[in-house]
């Protein structure tokens, strides 16, 4: 599996001595890692913030349409790429100056399912992660129950499934999220995201009515209307739900000229920047 590595330019002035954060980045089905990277415009953002950012890419070998296997059992349970992935990891950390309490990782479609599933299986390693229009976590395992959970969701699965996680990780930590949702999208339904943040809550012990944030359009178009759903353990956000109106299949506020990238924004990739800022793994 090939994979591309974005360093900073001028990393910040700490960097020696902490280490940069690692973002990891999953591309979704008919992308490649190059056009997430240029779609998502997450290197530029990284420059600012000052992330390495590692983009891994799926075989067509494995998938012709190089789709992550989100949906299979095993890879589910942490087989399957998770290792695969999990190893790029730590080759980069031995190869660079990584902190290794700030590592992240983040995916769209079907790269937000396998990127929630390596978090889970692997929760000392990351601080926190990023789904754009994921899929549920749980269920699917074949290709037409995989279709199912993208337009209906995963019915009685959503808890149990998280439950399994707790069953296999009696330690489990937490894992802080933010959930990012097209409210138009008819590729993998907004149910999908209510389902997430359902197991989001279970998966962080969070109990509060989350905080509602209403966000208007921007003028021009330039921002569609939004609201953010904000969970907090005491003054600690734990979980942003991000539900974009307007929004299809696509990344917010990413580069129109290439496909699966909405020109209007909110900006999604500074929204998961912000976001990871706010955590480390201790």
């Excluded at 296997?69 to 890879?75: E, L």
């Excluded at 990782?105 to 926190?128: C, E, R, T, Y």
Aim: charged share 15%; net charge positive.
């Amino acid at each position: 599996m090939s994979y591309w590595l974005y360093l900073p330019n001028n990393p910040p002035e700490d960097t020696q001595r902490k280490g940069l954060p690692l973002l990891v980045m999953l591309h979704g089905c008919h992308q490649t890692a190059t056009q997430f990277a240029q779609g998502t415009r997450m290197n530029q953002w990284a420059e600012q913030m000052g992330y390495a950012v590692l983009y891994p890419q799926q075989l067509v070998s494995v998938q012709a349409q190089r789709c992550w296997k989100w949906y299979d059992r095993a890879t589910q349970e942490g087989g399957g790429d998770v290792p695969v992935i999990v190893g790029m990891i730590n080759k980069v950390m031995s190869q660079y100056a990584i902190d290794r309490s700030r590592i992240y990782i983040a995916g769209l479609s079907a790269g937000a399912g396998m990127a929630n599933i390596v978090a889970l299986n692997h929760p000392q390693l990351f601080a926190a992660v990023g789904l754009h229009s994921g899929p549920v976590f749980g269920a699917g395992h074949n290709t037409i129950g995989a279709l199912g959970v993208m337009q209906h969701g995963a019915a009685t699965r959503t808890e149990a499934a998280a439950h399994e996680v707790m069953l296999r990780h009696p330690q489990f930590p937490g894992m802080p999220a933010i959930l990012i949702q097209g409210e138009g999208d008819k590729v993998v339904r907004p149910i999908n995201q209510l389902q997430l943040a359902r197991q989001s809550r279970l998966l962080n012990r969070l109990s509060a009515a989350p905080k509602i944030t209403h966000k208007p359009q921007g003028r021009g178009g330039r921002h569609n209307a939004h609201q953010l759903h904000d969970f907090y353990e005491g003054r600690k956000l734990l979980l942003r739900v991000a539900q974009i109106a307007d929004l299809e299949h696509a990344w917010s506020g990413g580069d129109p000229a290439l496909a699966f990238n909405a020109k209007a924004g909110p900006d999604a990739s500074k929204m998961m920047l912000e976001f990871f800022s706010r955590h480390q793994r201790r």
